[in-house]
T-cell receptor
Framework: GQQLNQSPQSMFIQEGEDVSMNCTSS?????WLWYKQDPGEGPVLLIA?????ELTSNGRLTAQFGITRKDSFLNISASIPSDVGIYFC??????????????FGKGTLLTVNP | NAGVTQTPKFQVLKTGQSMTLQCAQD?????MSWYRQDPGMGLRLIHY???????DQGEVPNGYNVSRSTTEDFPLRLLSAAPSQTSVYFC?????????????FGPGTRLTVL
């Protein structure tokens, strides 16, 4: 199946630092999503991107849909301890059928030291 | 409004046993889906449903059956459990399954097959 390459796999940062993670693919995607998963919980949608070049913010989070439609990044500014968790990117291929047949990256585990 | 609920939270099976993972939502969502999450992997789509009476296969459907007799419920059946099915299973739902609907995830069922 399609693969999304998400990096880095893990990050250890100090509270207050900025964080950046990204996803790349050899395929074009129509939609990019970024999720956060807390321990023992299901993923929660953070940001959805629908157009190439789109830059969207949600509080301290900013994400961009790459111009080539093959990549996306997520930035977290001024990290706080509750930012700890696993962050997933997900993309929707431009194929027929349900729009929610998503391809997920393997996740970035973020640890924030207070 | 409970959102998406899943039972049980934890389950241990022996190889060859069968069981049903329950998923229910009270948001009148048409679209429901099942994912599995393995260590170091993103979520992979098992089966999905766009409405009562309609189901289809996702990326990894082998060994699993689903049915959708009501809008609220979408059970996942393991016919003959295998160790390779040890995973965390997430159910998700969205209003119609098309963007910009948000997909809501349940808390997950952690399954171990011995």
């Amino acid at each position: 199946g399609q693969q999304l390459n998400q990096s880095p796999q893990s990050m250890f940062i100090q509270e207050g630092e900025d964080v950046s993670m990204n996803c790349t693919s050899s395929s074009i995607f129509n939609t990019w999503l970024w999720y956060k998963q807390d321990p023992g919980e299901g993923p929660v949608l953070l940001i959805a991107l629908y157009k190439a070049g789109e830059l969207t913010s949600n509080g301290r989070l900013t994400a961009q849909f790459g111009i080539t439609r093959k990549d996306s990044f997520l930035n977290i500014s001024a990290s706080i301890p509750s930012d700890v968790g696993i962050y997933f990117c997900a993309g929707q291929l431009p194929s027929g059928g349900s729009n929610y047949k998503l391809t997920f990256g393997k996740g970035t585990l973020l640890t924030v030291n207070p | 409004n409970a959102g998406v609920t899943q039972t049980p939270k934890f389950q241990v099976l022996k190889t060859g046993q069968s069981m049903t993972l329950q998923c229910a939502q009270d948001m009148n969502h048409e679209y429901m889906s099942w994912y599995r999450q393995d260590p170091g992997m993103g979520l992979r789509l098992i089966h999905y449903s766009v409405g009562a009476g309609i189901t289809d296969q996702g990326e990894v459907p082998n060994g699993y059956n689903v049915s959708r007799s009501t809008t609220e419920d979408f059970p996942l059946r393991l016919l003959s459990a295998a160790p390779s099915q040890t995973s965390v299973y997430f159910c998700a739902s969205s209003l119609q399954g098309f963007f910009p609907d948000t997909q809501y995830f349940g808390p997950g069922t952690r399954l171990t097959v011995l």
